[in-house]
C-alpha cells in the first residue's frame, strides 16, 4: 500500500442510494491510524464537502473513517468486495 501522509485518506468502499433527484453516498475511507480522532473528524468533513461541492445533486453523504493499521485485508480487495467485482 502506498504511504500517505497523515491528512489524507484512500476510499475503500463507496455505496450510494437515490431519492427523487437527489443522491446519498456512503463512503467508507482509510487513514493514517495515528490520527487522533479530532483530526479523523476533521478530515472525514473536507471528504464530505468536497464531495458535496463537486457534485451539486448529492444531498448528503456519510463518511466512516477507518484506521489503515487495523484493515485486515487489502484496501484495493475491499474495494472490489464492496463493489461486486470481487
Do not use: W
Not at 27 to 38: A, Q, S
Not at 43 to 69: G, T
Not at 79 to 85: A, Q
Amino acid at each position: 500500500m502506498r504511504r500517505r501522509s497523515a491528512t489524507t485518506a484512500a476510499p475503500v468502499s463507496v455505496s450510494g442510494s437515490q431519492i427523487a433527484f437527489s443522491f446519498y453516498i456512503d463512503l467508507h475511507i482509510v487513514v493514517d491510524g495515528r490520527l487522533t480522532v479530532r483530526q479523523g473528524h476533521r478530515l472525514s468533513h473536507q471528504v464530505e464537502d468536497e464531495i458535496l461541492k463537486a457534485i451539486p445533486r448529492v444531498a448528503e453523504v456519510l463518511v466512516h473513517v477507518e484506521p489503515e493499521n487495523e484493515l485486515t485485508i487489502k484496501p484495493d480487495l475491499l474495494f472490489r468486495e464492496c463493489n461486486g467485482k470481487g
